[in-house]
């Protein structure tokens, strides 16, 4: 990374909003290479932080899409004529860059973490430390809620939720207490749901209890597919040598990506008939293993512990 660029973000950074501090920021910035009169989108723009930086290094001809389905995101959207800021969720991505008469950009960021500010809003039901209703919703606007997957998933659904989405280990036993349980009294709040399965809690309950929240906020919120839609969406959207910086905070979000990077698509080609050949993978990869935060950055932000950046770019 060249000097200038390392200064432009150190300075913009130096009083972090509240609302979220950007992870591995640096990284994403070199690992991006912005061109000053390019087209960059930020799919998970949430507090603006690497939006921001990102926004520094455009001249006058650069621009910057950005995306977010959460409602509370709009009030972090700088001023700016070089700023286009969609509230959607990035599964829309090429729809709506083609609304507006995009077709191609030479960046695209997508940090698939839940907002410090999510996790901070305890009517939001993201968070094991306060009690609230179970929502856990990133758009407001959809129905499907965590306490309605708690009351209407039936035994077998609930098992693999948790063993796929929470790689929880004892997720037949949770499903069925969760089964028995809501028969004798709802489940509509978190300390309610804590009440409920107390008993076969495994292991350090903090732990045990993030990933049995980690389950019900992949469900609520479909991550999962979200994400391999937008990974598919990916090579048609870049420019040649234009770049995709994907940040994930585990293990299922992280193969996906790191699969897809590897072979430029979500399940394995088919080898053809006659050559024995598999199709041409679109993108190169640039960062061979994950970039992970740096020990002064575990030390200002610990929720930068579980993130990883992948890097690729399109031929």
């Known amino acids: 990374m060249n000097n200038k660029t390392s200064t432009l973000i150190n300075q913009s950074t130096d009083e972090p909003t509240e609302y979220h501090i950007p992870v591995l920021l640096n990284e994403v910035i070199e690992g991006l290479a912005i061109k000053p009169n ?3 989108v930020d799919c998970t723009f949430g507090g603006g932080g ?5 926004l520094s ?3 006058k001809e650069g621009k910057l899409i ?6 509370d995101a709009k009030a972090n959207v700088p001023n700016d004529d070089r700023v286009l800021f969609i509230p959607q969720n990035f599964i829309h991505l090429q729809r709506f860059l083609r609304l507006h008469k995009v077709r191609r950009v030479d960046g695209i960021l997508a940090d698939l973490g839940v907002s410090s500010h999510q996790f901070d809003e305890a009517e939001r039901g ?5 009690d609230a209703n179970l929502d856990m919703r990133m758009d407001k606007r959809q129905t499907l809620t965590a306490a309605s997957v708690l ?3 039936t035994e077998v659904q609930l098992h693999k939720m948790f063993e796929k989405f929470g790689e929880v280990t004892n997720a037949k036993t949770l499903a069925k207490t969760i ?23 495994k292991g350090n309950p903090q732990k045990y209890l993030a990933q049995v929240f980690q389950a019900l906020r992949i469900q609520v919120n479909s991550e999962l597919e979200v994400l391999q839609n937008l990974l598919q969406q990916i090579p048609s959207i870049l420019k040649p040598q234009g770049r995709a910086a994907i940040i994930t905070f585990h293990s299922l979000e992280d193969r996906i990506v790191k699969n897809f990077f590897k072979i430029g698509s979500i399940t394995e080609g088919e080898e053809d008939d006659v050559y024995g050949t598999k199709p041409n993978n679109p993108l190169t990869i640039i960062t061979k293993k994950p970039i992970t935060a740096s020990t002064e950055e575990l030390k200002q932000n610990a929720r930068s512990r579980s993130a990883k950046l992948r890097v690729a770019e399109k031929k």
């Not at 690497?50 to 990102?54: A, C, E, G, L, M």
């Not at 809501?182 to 076969?200: G, Q």
């Open 50 to 54: 690497h939006s921001k930086v990102i």
């Open 126 to 130: 993201f968070s094991i430390r306060f």
């Open 151 to 153: 009351k209407n998933f």
């Open 38 to 40: 390019g087209i960059y």
């Open 57 to 59: 290094l455009l001249n």
């Open 66 to 71: 950005v995306f977010d389905q959460d409602e």
């Open 179 to 201: 089964i028995e349980q809501r028969t004798i009294v709802p489940i509509k709040t978190i300390a309610e749901f804590k009440k409920a399965i107390h008993t076969v809690v």
